[in-house]
Every structure is written in C-alpha cells, then in structure tokens.
C-alpha cells in the first residue's frame, strides 16, 4: 500500500492534507471493494459529478451553519417557563406553550456534524439520498487511504478530538476531487446495478 500521509495533531488552523497519493490509493481501494462505490441503495449509479456537487455542497453548508464534531440531540429551554402546576389556569399554560414554541423557532440554526451535513444536503436540491450515501463511501475509502487502516470511516475519523472544521473541508473538498476523477461520467451511468 502507498504511504498516507499524516494528520495535523495540533489545535492551530492547519488542516489534514489529503495528497495525490491518498486519492491514488483511495481509487485502488475503490476498485477493489466488494460492493460498487458509485452504486446508491436504490440500485441506481450515479456520476462522479453528481457526488462532487453533493460533497460541495456540504462545503457550503457547514460553512454556513457551522460544523460540530458530533450531534447533540439538546434543545435549549426557556428558563423562565413556569414549573408544572395543577393550579396552573388555562390562560398560563397557553402563555407557557406559546413562550416555549417562540424559543424553539428563535433557537439559532444548529451546527451540524459530518454525517448529518451530508444527509441534510441529501435531502435538498443539491443530492438526494444515493448520492448521500455514496458520498459517504467515497469519504470512507479516502480516509481508509489516508490512514491505511482497512476498517477507518470517515464519520469517526471526522469526531476524533483533534479534528477541525478545516480538517472537514479538506475531506470534502478531496471528496470532490476524487468523485470527479474516477466516478462515472453522464455518458456511462446508467439505471442498473451488477
């Protein structure tokens, strides 16, 4: 197996450098999976373009939204709704629910992590769930490149302690490039799976 390269182990703006090399062996990887990279679970294979639109997207989203390494699933509450009191009359419990929804639709937009980035894009206009996954796999067999371990995913690799928002989008942004280079092109793909 070539040699991958290292990441950045510091808390300082540099970000994991994803080489030619890694995405060199990210593809004999690739072409060597059990499964077909560029095939989603509808069965139907998407171009390389289509994923690297998916990964850039993301770029945009986490940029926008910010990145967390993981999701946390807590909703911020109003400290000042009243606690649950039988004496409570109809006219306050409506004011307490009323307070309670206005602060769920102020809460500021959440960051989100890698996984849930991906997904989220997956569900607009700019990929849908094949390409979601797909993205992932190609995430997946980089970071199995960049480490040379045979069991590295990209969604722990992206939760790690050390990880940064950079370190993310040099990931995607590899992403991108390699779905371009070796992903199908609109002249092959087709509507069928092996």
Known sequence: MTTSTTPALNTTAA????????????????????SPLWIGPSGEQSTGEAVARHLGATIVLLDQDGWTRTMTYTTPTSTDLPADDAGMTVKDMVRALLRLIRDEIDTPVSRHSLSTALNRVGGGDQGDPDTAWIAGNVLDVIVRAHTGSASARAFPWSERLVRTHEDIVALLTAGAAFARAHGPSTDSVGATAP
């Open 15 to 34: 970000a994991v450098v994803f080489s030619d090399e890694t995405l060199t062996a990210a593809a004999v990887l690739a072409d060597d999976a059990y």
